[in-house]
């Protein structure tokens, strides 16, 4: 203490030098961090610079307005193609008593039978996928959406005639949520029918017991509701390829196949055994139809040489699985636009 008293210059000089070096330590540590951060930062830029070079386009002004004209171009294609969905929806879909349903139900059924006059051409207690309401009316509320897939089935059955389908073995529609009171699944953000129902939540399926079946209706994005039903007919290859092009490019309704199955009852050879194997029991050998020993009997061997061709290479008839679903587009759904 006594020498800060006599040398108070020093020791002041001393003080000041002291809180010079701690100041400049503290801003050289500062500047230090600060400098660390900057080349850190400058780094993560060069990197996504480099990184946006190898993009192509490479994000110049030019190719951003290039990259905005495409999105543009694409959603007006998507536009288009939505007013083309929405010309297979019915402009609206009236309620009608169950009474009216119900007579509309028995005359179109008639209609169809009308189509297919032969015994067993149609499944016993044939009412296009609507046998229970045989004895009942619909219930409120499902008359319309109902009405509207009654005559996209008449639709499908004349297409079914008109192609030269004669025997229609099985049809099976899946009844809509309307029929039990309820919403569609996939219905986002509409509203509710008076008698509509919340759908319940799905219970989690437990471990090693499968997974749960999902749901028919939940299966699409929501764009349309779907309408499922499967159908087996015997047809002939001509017949069959004429009826699925034909719903398959349909100006009046949007039919979604999901599967189709073709087996072809016809015995077919494998790979040892001869074309022959194939043919019933009372033909000749394949090398011997073929033998001209007089007109009538060469055109006999022949239609009995064809018949054994069809039977390898499947011209008889086929038993066609087909499930399908026939699609409700949903007019509220509005696509993103540029300005």
Request: charge should be positive; include cysteine.
């Amino acid at each position: 203490m006594t020498w800060f008293k006599e040398n108070k210059f020093l020791a002041g000089l001393l003080c000041i030098t002291l809180l010079i070096a701690a100041l400049i330590i503290f801003l050289g540590s500062k500047f230090s961090s600060s400098l660390e951060e900057v080349q850190n930062e400058i780094a993560a830029k060069q990197s996504k610079l480099e990184k946006m070079k190898t993009l192509d386009p490479y994000p110049t002004v030019e190719s951003a307005k290039e990259k905005e004209d495409n999105l543009k171009a694409v959603l007006a294609k998507q536009k288009e193609a939505r007013e083309k969905l929405l010309a297979y929806r019915p402009e609206d879909l009236p309620e009608v008593t169950g009474a009216v349903f119900s007579e509309k139900l028995s005359s179109t059924v008639a209609k169809v039978k009308a189509l297919f006059p032969e015994p067993g051409a149609l499944p016993k207690s044939f009412n296009l996928g609507f046998e229970s309401y045989t004895g009942g009316p619909p219930k409120e509320g499902s008359t319309g959406i109902l009405t509207y897939q009654l005559g996209a089935m008449e639709y499908l059955f004349e297409n079914i005639a008109a192609a030269g389908i004669g025997t229609v073995q099985n049809l099976v529609r899946v009844k809509l949520p309307a029929e039990k009171g309820e919403a569609w699944p996939d219905a986002v953000g509409q509203k509710k029918g008076k008698n509509a129902k919340r759908p319940r939540p799905k219970k989690k399926s437990k471990k090693g017991k499968g997974r749960a079946k999902k749901s028919p209706f939940e299966q699409l994005p929501p764009v349309a509701h779907r309408m499922p039903f499967e159908l087996v007919v015997r047809a002939a290859e001509g017949p069959a390829r004429k009826f699925l092009a034909e719903i398959a490019n349909s100006d009046e309704y949007f039919f979604e196949t999901r599967l189709v199955r073709i087996l072809n009852p016809s015995p077919i050879p494998s790979s040892g055994q001869s074309a022959s194997a194939a043919k019933p029991k009372e033909m000749n050998d394949f090398g011997d139809d073929i033998v001209m020993e007089g007109e009538e009997e060469s055109a006999e061997k022949m239609m009995k040489s064809e018949q054994i061709l069809n039977k390898v290479s499947g011209g008889d008839e086929l038993v066609i699985y087909l499930r399908a679903d026939l699609l409700l587009f949903m007019e509220e759904k509005e696509f993103p636009e540029l300005k």
